[in-house]
């Protein structure tokens, strides 16, 4: 469970599971509470209620194509060349010999069991000929075959894409009830750290963490509350730390492990009960993070290379989020099967995350693995689209090996 | 090039490929104007602007580890039992025999070539213990490693992503310039048509299409106009275009071939020239769907029936928006290999749309065709995450064949 390693400050590092575990066994996920909204602002929100279909989808039987209604028995038999001399009809019941015209959607009257096309069919004055036999049923929707009245026809839970928002209009749904976004404050901390668009003193880089993870947040759905950059200075991190605690839960990065000193771990753990739960993990990138919980809200601490905060947030940040979102299931990123391009070593005892960039030729999906020697290379991110996990146990991947890869951006052809 | 069907309004049917040659042989793809954003508003959007680093990132060497900055040459031979020691230094160059504590990210001062890393040292006063030698440059982010000055970052026709945010603030990139967000008029059309929360009268169904085109446009970057619905008459529909075109491109459903009338069609080329270029095509669902083009302005006429609706948005709406969001490359969905589960038949001469539920079993994964008898049934949507598209010249899917399937939606284990 736990994973030996030499170096100051991380005498013990939590393998990724544990870590996991540990984390949510302790955290409580408060889910900011419903709000009910017009359909039309409701895209990518969280259900926040099972819906039941309070009727038959359709309501009635409707034809499913332009044509003629008509009682199927009456069209047995009948051909281009022995056609069935029918009589139409204006109103609504359907007797024998009888067809009423109907267009797609129209409800099928009284009377009628099928629907003969109109291609099936010649005018002649107030007459049709049918050309064609059609079957009880057929080119008919019949009620209730969409979604039938009692039906569950979309659970709490989901994140509401567009067809979903066409199921519900097609019940009638104007408004549904959606999980509120969950508030998640986002600071950096670092003397080095320069927000971006100020001056730079001397030997200072412009923020890049808070970028990411503002972005990675709204991704999901979240709504991000800027806590700016902190200095290395435990007044002014305390103080920003209290402000992100109004919000539902906090991510840092950077101060995990600066100056040897650990600030960012030991504010949390002074900061209220249980503090600190995690603090290192078997990662890479992404050992020095650090997880905690303080006045009931989630902590995240993560360190201040880019690529790790990227991979940190992956791990940890991710299922936190779709919990507080609400969703049934943890929201996962598109994957696919492709086949490693070249052989890349990896550390046993640690969990590590593969950068590739996956592009498809000749019907196959490949996974060209983005080479860099450690994780501040930023562009290390935007060359790659995806990544690949190798497992504590696994020292890389080989060659030709055929692994899943999580893509967090499009796929080209090569 | 066109297929002969025996269908009263649709003679004849432009293939998939024809109808988009054809259509976008013809219109002119007018990008709304680039503004400028603020980092932290640009998630999403269409980058305007090719993106030049004006300086090398990082701007100097940097340490990639808390350690000690040295002369490399110094530490050769260095063990723990033969350890070479060195004097720390708080000034900024580093001679021979010194040393100076860095901390990840610190620049590497002068006269130093490499660092040291905290766990190989151990500190005795104002001296250290080097147990372990460092080649030149180890642990240390050489000046320009991630991005070098005048190399392209980040090219113009990038959809924004969290990790290009992160670049580009790295980049000192507090603004920059994106597309415009193309406006897309939806409008529904039918005599059938209620919308949700109105009154429906008897026979009438609550309109299903505008909330899903609308979803896809918003979930591509559009932004919408709602039109609302109109009724099969040739006034009000007229004047919805005419409002419609005020945007810059208008999708409508419903109405292509209603009554037998064609109602959209006619409207669409009597309202300016060339008008309609496509009128039926190839596909299944979607025959129906009609293209033109009015005042410069591409108007997409899409059927009633809500699934065709979505095929159709995917093949004609999707690049046009793309195009016109000012993408470099038309944006696919996440799309990956599976194995059909079941034999599906489709037709010779169209390109067929086959709804698949992707998930994955033991590694694998698999698509369930979602069986479907018509169209109409927008819970096929919601049961299905994917399609598969079966070409022309093909009469379907082999149990067990590997297909690619397009996904709209997140994929789960079985």
Redesign the interface.
């Known amino acids: 469970m736990w994973v030996l390693v030499?170096?100051?400050g991380f005498q013990e590092l939590a393998s990724v599971d544990h870590a996991l575990r540990r984390f949510f066994d302790v955290v409580e996920i408060r889910r900011p509470e419903a709000v009910s909204v017009r359909?039309?602002r409701a895209?990518y929100r969280v259900l926040a209620e099972r819906i039941v279909a309070r009727e038959d989808?359709?309501?009635?039987d409707?034809s499913?194509m332009?044509g003629y209604a008509v009682k199927a028995e009456v069209t047995f038999g009948a051909s281009q060349f022995k056609p069935k001399i029918l009589t139409l009809v204006g109103n609504r019941v359907v007797g024998d010999e009888c067809a009423k015209q109907v267009?797609?959607?129209?409800?099928v009257p009284e009377g009628a069991s099928a629907v003969v096309m109109?291609?099936n069919t010649k005018r002649v004055d107030d007459r049709i000929e049918v050309w064609a036999p059609v079957a009880p049923g057929e080119n008919v929707?019949k009620s209730g075959?969409?979604?039938r009245k009692g039906e569950v026809?979309?659970e709490a839970g989901i994140?509401l894409?567009?067809?979903?928002?066409?199921?519900?209009?097609?019940?009638?749904?104007?408004?549904v009830r959606v999980f509120g976004k969950p508030k998640v404050a986002v600071l950096s901390t670092?003397n080095?750290i320069a927000e971006?668009?100020s001056e730079r003193q001397e030997?200072q880089?412009?923020?890049?963490?808070?970028?990411?993870?503002?972005?990675?947040c709204?991704?999901l759905g979240a709504s991000v509350v800027?806590l700016g950059v902190a200095r290395d200075e435990r007044r002014e991190v305390v103080e920003k730390l209290k402000r992100g605690l109004r919000a539902d839960a906090v991510i840092t990065s950077g101060g995990t492990?600066?100056?040897?000193s650990d600030l960012m771990p030991e504010i949390i753990s002074e900061a209220g009960s249980p503090g600190v739960v995690v603090h290192g993990v078997a990662m890479r990138p992404g050992m020095p993070t650090a997880l905690g919980i303080v006045g009931g809200k989630p902590v995240l601490v993560f360190p201040?290379?880019?690529v790790a905060v990227?991979f940190a947030f992956e791990v940890f940040a991710r299922p936190l989020i779709c919990r507080m979102l609400g969703l049934s299931?943890e929201?996962?990123r598109?994957?696919?099967?492709a086949k490693v391009t070249r052989r890349v070593t990896a550390a046993l005892g640690r969990r590590t995350f593969v950068r590739v960039r996956v592009f498809r030729s000749a019907?196959e999906?490949f996974a060209e693995p983005v080479s860099a020697?450690?994780s501040?290379?930023?562009?290390t991110?935007?060359r790659s689209n995806g990544y690949v996990v190798v497992p504590e146990d696994r020292e890389g991947l080989e060659e030709g090996e055929a692994v899943?890869v999580l893509?967090?951006?499009?796929?080209?052809e090569a």
């Open positions: 030499r170096l100051k359909l039309g895209l989808l359709p309501r009635v409707r499913a332009d267009w797609t959607g129209n409800p109109l291609e929707s075959e969409d979604v026809a979309v994140r894409r567009p067809h979903h928002l066409g199921l519900l209009a097609a019940l009638g749904m104007s408004n670092g080095e971006v668009g030997g880089v412009f923020d890049v963490n808070r970028h990411v993870v503002s972005g990675l709204e991704e800027d492990s600066v100056g040897g201040g290379n880019p990227m299931r929201e996962v598109p994957s696919l099967m019907g999906f020697r450690g501040s290379l930023i562009s991110m935007t899943l893509l967090f951006d499009g796929v080209g």
